[in-house]
């Protein structure tokens, strides 16, 4: 069957610290991979998108790596801040064919 | 600059009912979704529409009916509400397919 993984429910982790999250799919060839932030009551919202013939993407303190061969994404937060506390989910496209599939989330709680 | 919006934000039913749930957004984007989101399984796709008059099943469309008359609306219905479709359900747009997704603020329902 079809999956996408996304590592533990949780990540607690000291502020100025890098968080790094995994996204992990099977039985897929997606042509690119989403991620999203999700704070609690509210709806996603866009963070980064990479394409299969890019490596790695950056946006502020926020990289996303894809690895074809090894069907995985990790998403890096740098230099972590308690505003950074919230759910992160990964997208993909199964079928290429616009219809998402979103990983269930990893929730990151960011100490000061 | 109102974006992507939903209503109503909260909703109770009964068992049989039949529910619309709205969508609005004002970028003209081609592409609309609906969503649902329950713990233990993410976000899953209901319904999607490349176009108005154009629409699709996503994964999980049994018991939901949809229409896009006009490129801004698409309401997602109900007819015959059951207690598993208690949920929280969030509709996006995007400009085209695979771009970015633009969230709604979501619409809780509970069906008793």
């Known amino acids: 069957s079809q999956k996408i993984e996304q590592n533990s429910e949780a990540l607690n982790i000291q502020e100025g610290k890098t968080a790094t999250l995994t996204c992990n799919y099977t039985?897929?060839?997606?042509?690119?991979l989403q991620w999203y932030r999700q704070d609690p009551g509210r709806g996603p919202v866009f963070l980064l998108l990479?394409?299969?013939?890019?490596k790695e993407k950056r946006k502020e303190r926020l990289k996303v790596t894809f690895d074809t061969t090894l069907k995985q994404s990790l998403f890096h937060i740098t230099a972590s801040q308690p505003a950074d506390s919230a759910t992160y989910l990964c997208?993909?496209?199964?079928?290429?064919?616009?219809?998402?599939?979103f990983g269930a989330g990893t929730t990151v709680t960011v100490r000061a | 600059d109102a974006g992507i919006t939903q209503s109503p934000r909260y909703k109770i039913t009964e068992t049989g009912r039949q529910v619309t749930l709205m969508c609005h957004q004002t970028?003209?984007?081609?592409?609309m979704f609906w969503y649902r989101q329950d713990l233990g399984h993410g976000l899953r796709l209901i319904y999607y529409?490349?176009?108005?008059?154009?629409?699709d099943k996503g994964e999980v469309p049994d018991g939901y009916v949809v229409s896009r008359s006009k490129t801004e609306n698409f309401p997602l219905t109900l007819e015959s509400a059951t207690r598993s479709q208690t949920s929280v359900y969030f509709c996006?747009?995007?400009?085209?397919?695979?771009?970015?997704?633009?969230f709604g603020p979501g619409t809780r329902l509970t069906v008793l």
């Open positions: 997208a993909l496209d199964p079928s290429n064919d616009y219809k998402l599939s």
């Open positions: 990479i394409r299969e013939n890019e």
């Open positions: 039985n897929y060839s997606p042509a690119y």
């Open positions: 529409s490349a176009a108005a008059d154009i629409t």
């Open positions: 996006a747009s995007s400009l085209a397919g695979g771009n970015e997704q633009f």
């Open positions: 970028w003209s984007h081609s592409y």
